[in-house]
């Protein structure tokens, strides 16, 4: 009887990098620790801390009605909603779960989530959310190294340890 099995590993890719490129985590295990709080009713969830490249993905989530932030980026960035919803001020759009964003470098944009409105957005961050004041004059920032070290202090809080983040780490 012939293998059919399909092969573990594809051979373009070298041994040692294929357990860096094909790697699952997403929203499982749903272990409410993985949530690293970053402000009132706020949470991210990292699913990848790209240094080499400077980028970050996670999943943002918040459950208090507000502002959230005000901020542009240097770079483009990506999102997708899971659940709820939520818009930018300066838009008249409303972002739904199923929905996809694309954020041009330099627009600034103020993230608010309505009363009785919660949301779970999949955000892809590259080079920094640079925080702004109304005039647009930045007050702020954060990057992927700063997520490592603001996850890596959870984690070590929660118990979890803090070289729990290194599977993050690309
Ligand atoms: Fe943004």
Same mark, same amino acid.
């Given at each position: 009887?012939p293998?059919t ?16 490129i094909?790697?699952?985590? %997403?929203?499982?295990p749903?272990d409410?620790r993985?949530w ?19 980028y ?6 918040v ?6 932030s005000?901020? /542009? ?12 919803r939520?818009?930018y ?14 954020e ?5 944009h103020?993230?608010?989530v309505?009363?009785?409105d ?11 959310l640079?925080?702004?004041d ?17 996850a890596? /202090?959870?984690?070590?809080?929660? %118990?979890?340890?803090?070289d729990?983040?290194?599977?993050f780490?690309r």
């Amino acid at each position: 009887m012939p293998d059919t099995a399909p092969p573990r590993y594809s051979p373009l890719v070298p041994p040692d990098m294929q357990d860096e490129i094909f790697w699952a985590d %997403g929203r499982a295990p749903e272990d409410e620790r993985l949530w690293v709080p970053v402000g009132p009713g706020r949470w991210s969830r990292p699913l990848c801390f790209n240094v080499s490249q400077g980028y970050w993905v996670h999943l943002t989530k918040v459950t208090e009605a507000g502002v959230v932030s005000r901020h /542009r980026h240097p770079a483009p960035v990506h999102g997708f909603v899971l659940e709820g919803r939520w818009r930018y001020l300066e838009r008249d759009w409303v972002a739904t779960a199923g929905s996809y964003l694309y954020e041009p470098p330099g627009d600034v944009h103020t993230l608010v989530v309505d009363p009785g409105d919660s949301m779970v957005t999949l955000f892809h961050n590259t080079g920094a959310l640079l925080y702004c004041d109304e005039d647009g004059q930045v007050t702020g920032t954060t990057d992927v190294f700063d997520r490592i070290a603001v996850a890596r /202090r959870h984690f070590e809080e929660v %118990g979890l340890g803090a070289d729990y983040v290194k599977r993050f780490i690309r």
